[in-house]
C-alpha cells in the first residue's frame, strides 16, 4: 500500500536530532518564548527575506492576529478565494469581519486577480489571498490593486513554504504572511505551530503583543491580547527540519516532474509557468469521475485525499454568512480535484506505481 501520507516515515530522518533537541529545552527549563522560539524565528525570517517573524500557535491564529492588528472596523470586507481551506474565512469571521469570495483561475486554482477589482467596494479594506497548494498568487496584478484602493494585503501562506513568483518568496509581498507549521506541511512541527512575518517593526512590535496577552513586560497589558504562542519544542523541532526545507521542496518538484511527465492527458495536471517555483504542498489532478477514481486507486495500493470535498460557500457553518450564493468554478474544482502522494517520504518508484495505476484508469 502506498500511503498518501505516513509522519513516522516523514519525520524519521530527523528523529536524533530531534531526541536531542528535546534533551535541551527540557535541561534548559525554560518552555515558552525562550532561545528556541527566538532561534527560529530569526532564521525563518532569514529564510523567507522578511525582517520579522513572530511565532504563534498555529496557522489559524496567524491569521487572525494579523487582522487585528490593523483594528478594522468592524463589519469591514476583506476579499478571500472562493476556493480556499475553511481556515481562511474562519479568520476574518473570529475578527468580525466579513469575508468577500472571489472565485479563482481554474488553470492556477488561486484567486483570479481580474475579478478581484469587481468585489471592492466602499467597505473593503484588505485582501487575503491564499497561495494555494505550495503555488503563489499572480502577485503583480494584486499588489497594484492592493495599491490602486489603498487596501493591506494578506497572504495565506499555510501551504507554501518557500514558494515564489517571478524570484520573491511567499510571506513577503504584503503586510503579513501567515504560515501554518501543522505536521503534514513541507516545514511541519510535530503539533500545532504558526508564525506571522512581516518588515513593519511596528505591526511586528503589535503581533507580538497580541500573541502573549497584550503584554511585553509580564504582568503589564498594553493591549487585550491573546494566549497563542508558539512552544519552545516545537520551534526546536522547526528549526532542525527549516535547515532540510529546500531538499524537501526539491524532493515534491522531482516527485511532481515524474506525474507532469508521465500521467496521460485523460487528467487535468497543475499548471506549469516560469515565473512561479511551486512547492507542492499538495499535487492535485482533477478528474470528472474522481470519486470513482480515488476508489480504483484504493483498490489498486494507492491513498488518496481531496482537498477539499466541500467549498466554504457550502459548508452548514456558512449556510447564513453567503446566502446561498453560488460560486460554479469553485464547485467544479471542489467536486473533480484528487491529491496524489507526494510526501518527503515517498520515492520515485512509489510514484511511477501510482502513475502506472492511474494510466489504466
Partial sequence: MIEYENLYGLNKPFIND????????????WFILGDQVKEFENAFAHYCGSNFCIG??????ALILALRSFSFKEGSEVIVPANTYIATILSI????LKPVLVEP??????IDPWRIEEAITKKTVAIMVVHLYGKCCAMDEINKLATKFN?????DCAQAHGAKFKGKKAGTFGDFGAFSFYPTKNLGALGD?????????????????????????????????VNSRLDELQAAFLSIKLRTLEDINTHK???ARIYNQELKQDFIKPAMNKDYYDVYHIYNIRHPRRDNL???????GVKTEVHYPVPPHQQIAMKEVFDKKSYPISEEIHSTTLSLPISFMHSENDVLRVVEVMNKF
Fill in 93 to 96: 469571521l473570529n475578527c468580525n
Fill in 56 to 61: 504563534v500557535a498555529n496557522g489559524l491564529d
Fill in 253 to 255: 518538484q522531482n516527485l
Fill in 18 to 29: 530531534y531526541r536531542d533537541a528535546f534533551e535541551r529545552v527540557l535541561n534548559s527549563g
Fill in 105 to 110: 483561475d481554474p488553470s492556477t486554482y488561486n
Fill in 294 to 300: 480515488k476508489e480504483y486507486l484504493l483498490r489498486h
Fill in 151 to 155: 487596501l493591506r494585503l494578506i497572504e
Fill in 193 to 225: 505551530g504558526g508564525c506571522v512575518t512581516t518588515d513593519n517593526e511596528g505591526l511586528k512590535k503589535k503581533i507580538s503583543l497580541l500573541r502573549n496577552y497584550g503584554s511585553e513586560k509580564k504582568y503589564y497589558n498594553e493591549l487585550i491580547g
